[in-house]
């Protein structure tokens, strides 16, 4: 089960960071990823992040935000600096888990957030 939660309103040039935690049956959190999805559009992955700590980032979003993790904690993290009123959105975390049974990427339920001009 994953649980996503720092969505809240903020005015452009602002700041938010997003954390998503995971808990229950897992051996080993390989991937964790976040997405977002503006009303009427896609879903679009923003960030991911590796085992190994190797980020990669959508080009809209580069320099702004910083996706971290916290293996200890099963946690992600994503700070988003610089905020335009074009990142509003539903950001989902999504976690490739490795569990004593399988191997599984899991959504997180979202949490909005919205720039304001």
């Known amino acids: 089960q994953l649980q996503a939660c720092g969505g809240g309103v903020v005015q452009a040039g602002g700041s938010l960071r997003l954390s998503c935690v995971a808990s229950?049956?897992?051996?080993?959190?390989?991937?964790m990823n976040w997405y977002r999805q503006a009303p009427g559009k896609q879903r679009d992955l923003v960030a991911s992040s590796n085992l190994d700590g190797v980020t990669n980032y959508a080009d809209s979003v580069k320099g702004r935000f910083t996706i971290s993790r916290d293996n200890a904690k099963n946690t992600a993290y994503l700070q988003m600096n610089s905020l335009k009123p074009e990142d509003t959105a539903i950001y989902y975390c999504?976690?490739?888990?490795?569990?004593?049974?399988?191997?599984?990427?899991?959504w997180g339920q979202g949490t909005l957030v919205t720039v304001s001009s």
């Open positions: 999504n976690f490739l888990v490795t569990t004593t049974r399988h191997t599984e990427y899991y």
């Open positions: 229950g049956d897992i051996f080993r959190i390989n991937h």
